[in-house]
């Protein structure tokens, strides 16, 4: 069989008349209605002077039509470069840049202002909902089959940014086999078969929404509802037809909010994973105590996928990340690479399959992270216990998870750096019962400056993207630090703990 991750996908598939995504108030996709789709896509691609290896940039919200590009890029030996909805034009001009991709799909209302932000490269474009758009309007008439490009196990199949701690974002890059190693690890490990729906209301430019879900669901020839956001009325509209979900802690502390939520509405789902940030002990039981369902935690990053899981047969234990996924080694070390005993707490470091094949540009950093025996080092502190669960116990490099989204905090102090009147700032993660962690600054002014919270978020309101606005701006009149003058953020997420309480 090809190494092709779309060509491994048709061959999970011996129905192409089953569905593969039902949007809510449209017609259901079947599985040979998308592998047409995508083939009339991957020709306007490839029409357009697209070869093997080439890159495509989409920036667009959620629909069949974002999803089935990835399908025609995968279908055409082209990487696949996926950007957050919320990258405002300037944040994007440096992707552009560093991945020269040789095709942007845009959403069409953001065109005019992503053209005149980014280096020149070629546009196509999409509806809000996929319907429209020269996307569409090329794709129609072109023929419905297309040759799978013949690509090896390293090539690259998608880029995806990762923010760095300096503000460099950073370009993981991963290859077909990456991807087909990881979704069937987790179809072995979850259970998944061709009879599962699953419920998907995550984003899809997010390893958790477009490689987690979509992969396991293809690779399984299962169906989704493909809900294009999280909103708790259309979940509980779409949970009857489900059987299982996966998402984010946020998804499941608003859904306990909701009195709808109860052992009756959940009573025929499989299973409900949560992931891409932690989750918190108090969820984890009132999730229990509310539905009779017991969440299945898993660990994972950009450059590696999942790493881990709880088990689906077996205990899940709250705040552990359970064992090692089919083909993944774990350890935890020391600061040299060497693995520490179990009960104590280092450094975890993954090898296997589903690790990326590097940085993109990056080869210094991409050495830097790699020990000599393949191990990739995650930033993540964690430790094995007695019953042989992993648990994390602290990221390095100051990483902030907010809504399942990670943030740096370098890249926010660098633009608070530049505002008039700012001395100095520092970002922290604190706890927040909506979004995991609020984003939150810190601020020493100048003398005689007369700085304003609402200056502050307002100032950065068109440079950041959403999610790595800082919910509070506080202002200090100094930083806590150590002896070595280092501050001690700490310190700082200790003191205001409770400030979103």
């Keep these: 069989m090809s190494d092709n991750l779309f060509t491994r996908f048709v061959a999970a598939v011996p129905d192409p008349g089953k569905t593969f995504l039902r949007p809510p108030g449209a017609p259901a996709i079947s599985?040979?209605?998308?592998?047409?789709?995508?083939?009339?896509?991957?020709?306007?691609?490839?029409?357009?002077?697209?070869?093997?290896?080439?890159?495509?940039?989409?920036?667009?919200?959620?629909?069949?039509?974002?999803?089935?590009?990835?399908?025609?890029?995968?279908?055409?030996?082209?990487?696949?470069?996926?950007?957050?909805?919320?990258?405002?034009?300037?944040?994007?001009?440096?992707f552009v840049q560093d991945a020269t991709p040789k095709l942007f799909v845009a959403a069409e209302k953001n065109l005019q202002a992503i053209a005149g932000a980014v280096p020149p490269v070629e546009f196509l474009t999409l509806s809000d909902d996929g319907?429209?758009?020269?996307?569409?309007?090329?794709?129609?008439?072109?023929?419905?089959?297309?040759?799978?490009?013949?690509?090896g196990m390293n090539d690259l199949a998608s880029i995806l940014y990762t923010s760095g701690t300096t503000g460099r974002s950073k370009g993981a890059m991963l290859s077909h086999g990456n991807l087909h190693s990881n979704a069937a690890s987790l179809k072995e490990a979850w259970g998944f078969s061709s009879d599962d729906v699953l419920l998907h209301a995550l984003p899809i430019f997010h390893i958790h929404g477009l490689f987690v879900a979509t992969n396991v669901t293809m690779l399984s020839g299962a169906s989704m509802l493909f809900l294009p956001k999280f909103e708790p009325d259309a979940v509980f509209a779409a949970l009857?037809?489900?059987?299982?979900?996966?998402?984010?802690?946020?998804?499941?502390?608003?859904?306990?909010?909701?009195?709808?939520?109860?052992?009756?509405?959940?009573?025929?789902?499989?299973?409900?994973?949560?992931?891409?940030?932690?989750?918190?002990?108090?969820?984890?039981?009132?999730?229990?105590?509310?539905?009779?369902?017991?969440?299945?935690?898993?660990?994972?990053?950009?450059?590696?996928?999942?790493?881990?899981s709880n088990p689906y047969k077996g205990d899940r234990i709250a705040g552990s990340v359970g064992f090692a996924l089919p083909g993944v080694e774990i350890r935890i070390a020391d600061g040299e690479g060497r693995a520490l005993p179990q009960g104590e707490i280092g450094m975890i470091e993954v090898r296997g399959p589903n690790v990326f094949q590097g940085y993109w540009n990056m080869p210094e950093k991409t050495a830097a992270e790699f020990r000599q025996d393949g191990f990739f080092i995650t930033g993540d502190m964690g430790m094995v216990g007695p019953d042989g669960y992993l648990r994390i116990v602290g990221r390095g490099k100051d990483l902030i998870i907010t809504g399942g989204l990670n943030v740096y905090p370098r890249e926010i102090e660098a633009l608070l750096d530049d505002v008039p009147g700012v001395e100095e700032s520092a970002v922290v993660g604190l706890p927040h019962e909506d979004f995991g962690e609020g984003v939150t600054?810190?601020?020493?002014?100048?003398?005689?400056?007369?700085?304003?919270?609402?200056?502050?978020?307002?100032?950065?309101?068109?440079?950041?993207?959403?999610?790595?606005?800082?919910?509070?701006?506080?202002?200090?009149?100094?930083?806590?630090?150590?002896?070595?003058?280092?501050?001690?953020?700490?310190?700082?997420?200790?003191?205001?703990?409770?400030?979103?309480?």
């Design 31 to 94: 599985y040979g209605e998308a592998f047409e789709r995508a083939a009339q896509f991957a020709h306007v691609l490839t029409r357009r002077g697209l070869a093997h290896g080439d890159r495509v940039a989409v920036q667009t919200e959620k629909s069949p039509a974002a999803l089935i590009l990835y399908l025609a890029c995968l279908r055409a030996g082209l990487v696949y470069l996926p950007l957050n909805t919320g990258y405002t034009p300037s944040e994007l001009a440096y």
């Design 131 to 151: 319907q429209s758009g020269s996307l569409i309007d090329e794709a129609e008439g072109a023929p419905r089959d297309f040759p799978d490009s013949a690509v």
């Design 240 to 308: 009857p037809e489900a059987t299982a979900m996966m998402g984010v802690p946020t998804f499941y502390t608003r859904l306990l909010k909701d009195p709808r939520l109860s052992p009756q509405t959940t009573g025929h789902m499989r299973v409900f994973i949560s992931g891409s940030a932690p989750l918190l002990p108090e969820t984890f039981r009132d999730w229990q105590a509310r539905t009779h369902h017991t969440l299945l935690e898993r660990y994972g990053m950009t450059e590696t996928n999942m790493n881990s």
């Design 441 to 501: 600054a810190f601020i020493i002014a100048r003398d005689g400056a007369a700085l304003t919270e609402e200056q502050i978020q307002q100032t950065l309101r068109d440079r950041l993207a959403r999610f790595k606005q800082p919910k509070r701006v506080l202002f200090l009149k100094a930083l806590p630090r150590n002896t070595m003058g280092k501050v001690q953020k700490a310190a700082l997420r200790a003191e205001y703990k409770d400030l979103y309480s």
